[in-house]
């Protein structure tokens, strides 16, 4: 397994701001991913971040709102941009282990915006 | 396009007696990998287990077991002797050739003592 952190846990924000969520892992990954779960819904899939290369959006979200970083094999970062009160969810990257065997998630960014 | 659909909103069970959480999925992809996972009140989403297209038998991790029926396109989660800490929101997930994984809408299973 692996061990995923992200950084912030929780958020309150202002509608309009943006807010930059960090994921790290203890293991170098070829494949990362982010979610969102919107408050009482199962989750979905953002993009998929391979380091050297630009994210890979899925139907319904876009780089302007959602830019990804993958700067190394560690890390990532996920912005959420010119947030609104839609935008309010938990926030969940995630890494594949040992092919697409195994995939692990972090703990969450639980993401309030008023 | 892949579909996972869990028609189980909540389910419960006794304490130590097994349960059976459905799950069905849709796909034209050749290869494909199932999971569950298990997703408590603090929000961690927690591997369960993993189940290949190809894989004849089977899987098996510990308390938790997939029954796996590709003719019928069904990828069941059984877990036996249900103990009081099983009581949380359980996800069924798909993914295909790119990767995409696709989860279907949770069952929260809670256990009576």
């Known amino acids: 397994s692996a061990v995923i952190s992200q950084k912030p846990s929780r958020d309150i924000c202002q509608r309009g701001t943006s807010l930059t969520i960090q994921c790290q892992v203890d293991s170098q990954v070829t494949m990362m991913f982010w979610y969102r779960q919107q408050p009482g819904q199962s989750l979905t899939l953002i993009a998929t971040?391979?380091?050297?290369?630009?994210?890979?959006?899925e139907s319904g979200f876009v780089i302007d709102k959602f830019p990804i970083s993958r700067p190394n094999l560690t890390f990532s970062t996920l912005t959420v941009s010119n947030m609104s009160p839609e935008d309010s969810s938990i926030y969940l990257c995630?890494?594949?282990?040992?092919?697409?065997?195994?995939?692990?998630f972090g703990p969450g960014t639980r993401l309030t915006v008023t | 396009a892949q579909k996972i659909t869990q028609t189980q909103p909540g389910m419960f069970v006794q304490e130590k007696e097994a349960v059976t959480l459905d799950c069905t999925y849709d796909?034209?992809?050749?290869?494909?990998?199932l999971f569950w996972y298990k997703q408590p009140s603090s929000g961690e989403m927690i591997f369960l287990i993993y189940q290949g297209s190809y894989d004849q038998q089977n899987a098996t991790e510990g308390r938790y077991s997939l029954n796996f029926q590709k003719a019928r396109k069904s990828a069941n989660l059984v877990i036996s002797a249900s103990q009081l800490g099983d009581s949380a929101m359980y996800f069924c997930?798909?993914?295909?050739?790119?990767?995409?994984?696709?989860f279907g809408a949770g069952t929260r299973l809670t256990v009576k003592p």
């Open positions: 971040a391979n380091q050297g290369s630009e994210a890979t959006y």
């Open positions: 995630s890494v594949e282990i040992g092919g697409m065997y195994e995939q692990y």
């Open positions: 796909t034209s992809d050749p290869s494909y990998g």
């Open positions: 997930a798909m993914r295909g050739l790119y990767n995409d994984m696709r």
